[in-house]
Nanobody, 122 residues
Framework: QVQLVESGGGLVQPGGSLRLSCAASGSILTINTMGWYRQAPGKQRELVATKSSDDRTNYADSVKGRFTISRDNVKNTVYLQMNSLIADETAVYYC????????????????WGQGTQVTVSS
């Protein structure tokens, strides 16, 4: 069974920084894209950043220059360094693994983590 486990969320003051981590486990052969999405109360889930296995990155315009996504393909782990956080970025941050292929399988599937709460407040 595939699991995505996020960590690193918490309470931070405006202008502060947090680093999120997400580790995927479960007999994984390869993952095409790993990334982060967020959902604020009363809003739809939105893309924050993604990184493909060949190092292509995609960022939401609102986080460019402040957030950095990185990935360890050997450990099947993705990170999100978030700097200069603002109150409007308070949300549950979800990890996603897209195009995940398990050992012995030929199917590419998508998986989500349970989410980690990020609260930006003074």
């Amino acid at each position: 069974q595939v699991q995505l486990v996020e960590s690193g969320g918490g309470l931070v003051q405006p202008g502060g920084s947090l680093r999120l981590s997400c580790a995927a486990s479960g007999s994984i052969l390869t993952i095409n894209t790993m990334g982060w999405y967020r959902q604020a109360p009363g809003k739809q889930r939105e893309l924050v950043a993604t990184k493909s296995s060949d190092d292509r990155t995609n960022y939401a315009d609102s986080v460019k220059g402040r957030f950095t996504i990185s990935r360890d393909n050997v450990k099947n782990t993705v990170y999100l360094q978030m700097n200069s956080l603002i109150a409007d970025e308070t949300a549950v941050y979800y990890c996603n693994a897209e195009g995940l292929v398990r050992v012995g399988s030929r199917f590419k599937l998508s998986y989500w983590g349970q989410g980690t709460q990020v609260t930006v407040s003074s």
